[in-house]
């Protein structure tokens, strides 16, 4: 396949976990010839940088704050990405300009789905209205749940979630947090999804766990407050951590059309890491 470049664009971009989990990729598939680097880059600076890449480039990840700006910029988006109103993937198309897509939302439901996955028809609850947020929400639809309850600081504030929300077809109530009982809502929930920070999660972790399976989109530091929790309650956990790993898979077929070495990418992730976690695949 020749020589080919990726990379991933960010500001801050040196936390970046993607070099350990496409660099696990390629090595795997056998394309020793590729290289996957980290490159400082914020969204006003994206346009001028892709403009001046080369035919040998395969793709890009794109991290915050850049989301928005991929999506802009290409000439043609994914459905999903244009559910959630943000691309994290540019890929070259054949005939020139870039494709954007956004993998969070297969990260979502690959993690969901590997953890054990929920019934369909149920209800889930989001916590927090950013971009993980509208990911979780568009996930909501390959999930068939078709409703769910917001819960956010600043109902005015959550005006991107509640549009994503609209575009995929959820019916969604939002609540504000000062006000939830989050035993009464989350309990009666078969997904909990939360974005928010762990402050603002450990006081109400133990209530937050009563739900079917509880989404952490935080895995550091570990245990999160609600990782523990879940721990003790007896509650299914998937984590971010689950997420970057399986939207990285998504991410490696686009770039170079073959499967995803899964078991490759989420040794390679745990090594990093140090973590204990499972990280089903």
């Not at 850049?66 to 999506?71: I, N, S, T």
């Not at 929920?118 to 989001?126: E, F, N, T, W």
């Not at 409703?147 to 504030?157: E, F, I, K, N």
């Not at 762990?198 to 550091?220: K, L, M, N, Q, W």
Request: proline share 5%; hydrophobic share 50%; with cysteine.
């Amino acid at each position: 396949m020749g020589s080919r470049q990726a990379a991933v664009l960010g500001s801050p971009i040196e936390h970046s976990l993607s070099p350990v989990l496409h660099g696990a990729a390629y090595r795997e598939l056998g394309l020793a010839d590729w290289t996957f680097s980290r490159v400082l880059c914020t969204a006003e600076e994206l346009p001028g940088f892709v403009d001046g890449l080369g035919p040998e480039w395969a793709g890009l990840a794109v991290t915050m704050p850049g989301k928005r700006a991929a999506l802009s910029y290409a000439v043609e988006r994914t459905r999903v990405a244009e559910l959630v109103g943000a691309a994290n993937t540019l890929v070259p198309r054949a005939d020139g300009g870039w494709l954007a897509d956004c993998t969070d939302v297969e990260g979502v439901v690959g993690a969901v789905r590997a953890g054990g996955g929920v019934a369909a028809g149920g209800r889930a609850v989001v916590l927090g209205a950013g971009g993980t947020a509208t990911a979780a929400l568009t996930a909501l639809e390959a999930l068939e749940i078709p409703s769910a309850t917001l819960v956010v600081r600043d109902p005015a504030r959550a005006g991107e979630a509640m549009a994503c929300a609209e575009r995929v077809g959820l019916e969604v109530d939002v609540i504000r947090w000062d006000s939830a009982d989050f035993a009464a809502v989350c309990g009666g929930a078969d997904l909990v999804v939360s974005t928010v920070p762990t402050s603002a999660v450990e006081p109400v972790a133990g209530d937050i766990v009563r739900a079917g399976c509880v989404f952490d989109a935080i895995y550091h530091p570990w245990p999160t407050p609600l990782a523990a929790a879940a721990s003790d309650r007896g509650t299914r956990l998937v984590t971010g951590l689950d997420m970057l790993l399986h939207q990285a898979f998504a991410q490696v077929r686009w770039f170079t059309g073959q499967d995803a070495p899964r078991a490759a990418m989420r040794s390679a992730l745990r090594a990093a890491t140090s973590t204990a976690l499972d990280l089903p695949v």
